[in-house]
C-alpha cells in the first residue's frame, strides 16, 4: 500500500454543542479518488473547510505530503498544492469568467505586488486561465460576467478555479451539486481526465458520479467514518446501508 | 440543460464607454480652465473654491481606493488629511517652510499611522472596522486638541505656505490650483494603474469574496494592509495641499464629520469607479454652496444632505457615475423618434423658463424689495419678508421643474408655451421618481458647467444629460401618438 498523501488524524470541530466532526480519521492515497458520502449534515463540508484551511480544527491533526498543516493559513496550504472546490459556487460574480480563473492563476504565480503593469492583455495570466477554462468546457463563455452564467457553468468555473492554481490534491464539495445530467456527465469525464496526475478527496451526492469514479469510498455519519472501502464493499456493507444508502443503494 | 443567458453585446459596452469617458474628459478641461474663466469674469473666489473642492477630490479618490475598490469602509479617512495638515502647520511653528520636508512629513507620518492603526483595525471585519478607524480617527483629533502649544482645538494658522525652493510659488492662488489640479491628475492615474495591475486585481477580488481568494492562496491581508497605507498616503498629501490652501489647520479636520463626508462624496459619486468621487465631491460642495446659502435651512443643509444620499442609493446604486451608463434602448423607443423635439425648440422653451426666472426674481427683488424701502425701518420684519420671498420664488422652480413635469401637463412652463412635453422612454407621462430623478440630473449638468447641455446637440434624440439619466425624452405634443 502506498504512503498516504493526506492523513487526517482524530479531527475534532464542534459547534456550540454540535459534534460536526467528531474523532475523524482518514487517508487518502496518491493518485486515488477518494469519496466521502453521507447524510446532509454529517460533517463533509466541515471537514473539508478545515483541510482548506477555512476553518481551524478544535483538536486533531491534518498531514500533507508528510507536512502538519493543521494550523497553516488557507493561502500557504494552496502553495503546497491544496485546492478547494465549494459546495455552494464561491467565485468573484462581477469578474469575468476569464478574470476569476485569472486571479486564480495570480495566485499560483507568487505575489502580486506588482502595481503597474495591466492585468488585462497580460498572456502570462490569460493563457494558462483559457487553458483552465478549456479543461471544463467553458472556453466559449470566457467573457460572460460570472453573475450571468446558467448554475451548471458556474459549478464548472468552480472547478476550472481550483486546477488554475495547478495543484497536486483536488478538495471537491459536491461538485455534481444542482447540475443537469449531461453536465454531470461531462463532469464525471473531466474528473476521470484529472485522476492521472491528481489525487481527490470527492464529496459528492450524486451515486452513479460516485460509483464511477471513486478507488474507495468513505462514509460519515455524526463526524465519523463509520467505513471505509472498495465501492463494492461499501455498497455491500450492512452499517452503510443502514445509516445511509437506504434505498439509493438498490438503484446504484 | 440549456443556457438562457443572453451575453453582453460588445457593441453597447463601448458605446458606455464613450459617453462616460466623453463627459470626464470635459470635465477635467473645465476644470483646467477655472482661473482662466474666474479671471475673465473677474471672480477670484472661484478659483479658490475649485481648489477646495479638488482637495478634497484628491482625499476622496483616495479614500475610494479604500472604500470602492478595497470593500473597507474606513470612517476614519479624515485623520490623513489632518495629519498632512499637522505635518506644514507644526514644521512653520518652527521656522521650517521648506515644502519638500513639508511633503516627506506628511507622507512619511501618513504611512506610519496607515501601517499602525491599518494592521490592526485590518484583523477585524464589519461594524469592528467601521468603529475602529473611527475610533482612531477621534484619537487623532483629541491628540491635536490636547496640544496647546499648536493651537489645541482653536487650530494653528500656518503663517507661510509651503516653499519649493522658488520651483512653485503656491502663494500665487492660480499655482495652487494647478498644483492641486496636477496631483488631482496624478493621483488619478496612479489610481488607474493600481486598480488595473495584478495588486489591484487582488483588493478587487477580496473585495468580492474574500474567503474564496484565501483558498485561491492569497494572502488578502497584506494586500490589504498595503492598499490602506496607499490610500493614507494619498490623503496625506490632500492634508498637505489643504493645509497650503487654508493657511490653517484645525483638529476638525480629523473629526468624524469630516471622514463622513468623504464617505458622501465617494458614494455620491460612485464607489469603485475612477472619476466618481471627484464628481461627488464637486456635486458636495455645490450644494453645500447652493442649498447652503438658503436661509435659515441653509444652515441645516446637511439634513438635506442625508436624504439626497438615499435618494441616490436608491436610483442609482453605482452613484452619479453610474448614471452615466446608458440603459439599454427598449423597442418602445424607436416609437419615439418621429415624436423627437427639434433644438430651436427646445432652447426656445429654456429661454422662456429662464425669462419667467428672471422676472419673478426681478419682482420679488425690485419691486417687492423696493416696496420693503418704503416701510418703516424695522429690519427684523424686513428680513422676514425677503426670506419668506426667498422661498417662493425656489418653490416657483420646484413646481416649474418638478411638479408640472409629472403632471399632465407634462412639462415646464417654458416646454408648454412651445408644445413639448418631458415623456419617459416608453411615451408615458414621468412617474414621480423619475421627474426627482430628472431635476438631480439638471443639478448635475448645471452643477458641471452646463456640460451635459452639449450632449443634447451631438445625441441622435437630443436629449441633455439629465434626459439620459432620468431616461427621458423631450417631444412635440401633437407628434405624439
Ligand atoms: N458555521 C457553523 N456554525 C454552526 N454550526 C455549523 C456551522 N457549519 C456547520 N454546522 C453544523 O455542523 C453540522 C455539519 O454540517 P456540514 O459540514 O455542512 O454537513 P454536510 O456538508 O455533511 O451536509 C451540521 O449540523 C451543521 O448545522
Ligand atoms: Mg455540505
Request: charged share 15%.
Amino acid at each position: 500500500m502506498k504512503q498516504p498523501v493526506l492523513q487526517i488524524k482524530d479531527l475534532q470541530k464542534s459547534f456550540g454543542g454540535v459534534h460536526a466532526t467528531d474523532n475523524l480519521t482518514l487517508d487518502v492515497t496518491p493518485n486515488e479518488i477518494h469519496a466521502v458520502i453521507g447524510p446532509n449534515g454529517a460533517g463533509k463540508t466541515t471537514m473539508i473547510a478545515q483541510l482548506s484551511g477555512a476553518l481551524m480544527p478544535d483538536d486533531g491533526q491534518i498531514v500533507f505530503a508528510g507536512r502538519d498543516i493543521t494550523r497553516l493559513p488557507a493561502y500557504r496550504r494552496s502553495h503546497l498544492g491544496l485546492a478547494r472546490s465549494f459546495q455552494i459556487t464561491s467565485v468573484f460574480l462581477d469578474f469575468s469568467c476569464l478574470e476569476n480563473v485569472s486571479l486564480a492563476v495570480l495566485a499560483h504565480q507568487g505575489h502580486a505586488f506588482r502595481f503597474w503593469r495591466a492585468v488585462r492583455g497580460d498572456r502570462t495570466l490569460s493563457d494558462p486561465a483559457m487553458a483552465s477554462l478549456e479543461r471544463v468546457g467553458l472556453a466559449d463563455r470566457a467573457d460572460i460576467r460570472a453573475a450571468n452564467l446558467a448554475h451548471g457553468e458556474q459549478r464548472q468555473l468552480e472547478i476550472a478555479m481550483a486546477l488554475a492554481t495547478e495543484p497536486s490534491f483536488l478538495l471537491l464539495d459536491e461538485p455534481m451539486a444542482g447540475m443537469g445530467q449531461s453536465e454531470s456527465a461531462r463532469m464525471i469525464e473531466t474528473l476521470n481526465t484529472l485522476k492521472r496526475d491528481k489525487t481527490m478527496l470527492l464529496v459528492e451526492h450524486d451515486m452513479d458520479a460516485v460509483f464511477a469514479l471513486a478507488d474507495r469510498i468513505s462514509v460519515l455519519v455524526y463526524g465519523q467514518v463509520i467505513a471505509t472501502g472498495a465501492p463494492d464493499d461499501i455498497r455491500n456493507n450492512d452499517a452503510v446501508r443502514k445509516a445511509y444508502l437506504g434505498d439509493e443503494a438498490g438503484d446504484a | 440543460m440549456m443556457s438562457t443567458v443572453t451575453q453582453d453585446p460588445p457593441a453597447n459596452a463601448l458605446a458606455r464607454i464613450t459617453l462616460r469617458n466623453g463627459f470626464y474628459g470635459a470635465l477635467l478641461v473645465v476644470l483646467a480652465l477655472v482661473p482662466l474663466a474666474a479671471q475673465l469674469a473677474g471672480a477670484g473666489n472661484w478659483t479658490s473654491f475649485a481648489t477646495q473642492i479638488l482637495i478634497f477630490a484628491i482625499a476622496a479618490v483616495s479614500l475610494n481606493l479604500i472604500l470602492g475598490y478595497g470593500g473597507m469602509i474606513s470612517f476614519g479617512h479624515a485623520a490623513f488629511m489632518a495629519i498632512g495638515g499637522y505635518s506644514v502647520g507644526i514644521a512653520s511653528v518652527y521656522g521650517l517652510n521648506n515644502g519638500f520636508a513639508h511633503l516627506a512629513m506628511a507622507i512619511g507620518f501618513s504611512a506610519l499611522f496607515a501601517l499602525v492603526t491599518g494592521a490592526i483595525a485590518l484583523r477585524t471585519r464589519g461594524v469592528y472596522f467601521i468603529m475602529i478607524t473611527l475610533a482612531f480617527a477621534q484619537m487623532v483629533f483629541f491628540a491635536f486638541v490636547s496640544l496647546e502649544e499648536f493651537g489645541g482645538d482653536d487650530g494653528l494658522t500656518v503663517n507661510s505656505r509651503s516653499e519649493f525652493a522658488g520651483l512653485i510659488d503656491l502663494e500665487r492662488e492660480p499655482t495652487l490650483y494647478y498644483t492641486v489640479f496636477v496631483v488631482l491628475l496624478a493621483t488619478l492615474y496612479l489610481t488607474h494603474r493600481i486598480v488595473n495591475s495584478r495588486f489591484g486585481w487582488v483588493i478587487r477580488g477580496a473585495r468580492s469574496n474574500e474567503a474564496r481568494m484565501l483558498t485561491l492562496g492569497h494572502p488578502v491581508y497584506r494586500y490589504r494592509l498595503t492598499c490602506y497605507v496607499i490610500g493614507g498616503i494619498m490623503c496625506g498629501v490632500a492634508g498637505f495641499l489643504f493645509a497650503n490652501y487654508a493657511n490653517f489647520v484645525n483638529p476638525e479636520d480629523a473629526a468624524w464629520t469630516t471622514s463622513g463626508e468623504l464617505i458622501f462624496m465617494v458614494v455620491l459619486g460612485g464607489m469603485g469607479s475612477l472619476f466618481g468621487p471627484v464628481l461627488g465631491a464637486i456635486v458636495f460642495f455645490m450644494m453645500e454652496e447652493t442649498v447652503g446659502s438658503i436661509p435659515i435651512v441653509g444652515i441645516y443643509w446637511k439634513i438635506f444632505f442625508g436624504p439626497f444620499l438615499v435618494l441616490v442609493v436608491l436610483f442609482a446604486r453605482e452613484g452619479i457615475d453610474g448614471w452615466l451608463v446608458p440603459r439599454a434602448v427598449k423597442a418602445s423607443d424607436a416609437a419615439l423618434a418621429d415624436a423627437i423635439a427639434p433644438l430651436a425648440r427646445r432652447l426656445a422653451a429654456m429661454l422662456i423658463d429662464v425669462a419667467l426666472f428672471a422676472l419673478s426674481a426681478w419682482l420679488l427683488i425690485a419691486v417687492l424689495g423696493g416696496w420693503l424701502m418704503t416701510l418703516p425701518r424695522q429690519p427684523y420684519h424686513q428680513d422676514l419678508v425677503m426670506i419668506a420671498c426667498v422661498y417662493v420664488f425656489l418653490a416657483g422652480i420646484l413646481v416649474n421643474h418638478l411638479v408640472l413635469p409629472a403632471s399632465k401637463w407634462r412639462g415646464s412652463a417654458g416646454k408648454i408655451a412651445m408644445g413639448l412635453a418631458v415623456v419617459g422612454g416608453d411615451g408615458r407621462t414621468l412617474a414621480p421618481a423619475q421627474a426627482v430623478q430628472r431635476v438631480f440630473g439638471q443639478v448635475l449638468t448645471i452643477a458641471t458647467a452646463l456640460i451635459g447641455y452639449v450632449w443634447m446637440v451631438a445625441d441622435r434624440e437630443h436629449r441633455a444629460l439629465h434626459d439620459r439619466l432620468a431616461a427621458t425624452r423631450v417631444v412635440v405634443r401633437g407628434r405624439l401618438k
